[in-house]
Nanobody, 118 residues
């Protein structure tokens, strides 16, 4: 069974940084596009950033210039570097992936909580 385990969240002040990690297991990671998603309380889950098999990236407009998605196929890990964090970035962050960009073919993991507050 495919497993996705997110980590790296926490409480940070506005303007701070966090680096999220998502470790994948039990599938051929390199052939899948991967993405980071987030869900804030009372809101629908939204796509934050994607990275293709060839490492082409795409971002939600509100995080462009602040967030960077990357991947390490040898470690089966996708990262999300988040800088200049804002209170609106507060959410539970999840990763998922698929053979097509933006696809979510796997069961959702437990996510990692990011809270931006002073």
């Amino acid at each position: 069974q495919v497993q996705l385990v997110e980590s790296g969240g926490g409480l940070v002040q506005p303007g701070g940084s966090l680096r999220l990690s998502c470790v994948a297991s039990r599938f051929i990671f390199a052939i899948y596009a991967m993405g980071w998603y987030r869900q804030a309380p009372g809101k629908q889950r939204e796509l934050v950033a994607t990275i293709t098999q060839g490492s082409t990236t795409k971002y939600l407009d509100s995080v462009k210039g602040r967030f960077t998605i990357s991947r390490d196929n040898a470690k089966k890990t996708v990262y999300l570097q988040m800088n200049s964090l804002k209170p609106d970035d507060t959410a539970v962050y999840y990763c998922n992936g698929g053979l097509k960009t933006d696809a979510t073919e796997f069961d959702w993991g437990q996510g990692t909580q990011v809270t931006v507050s002073s």
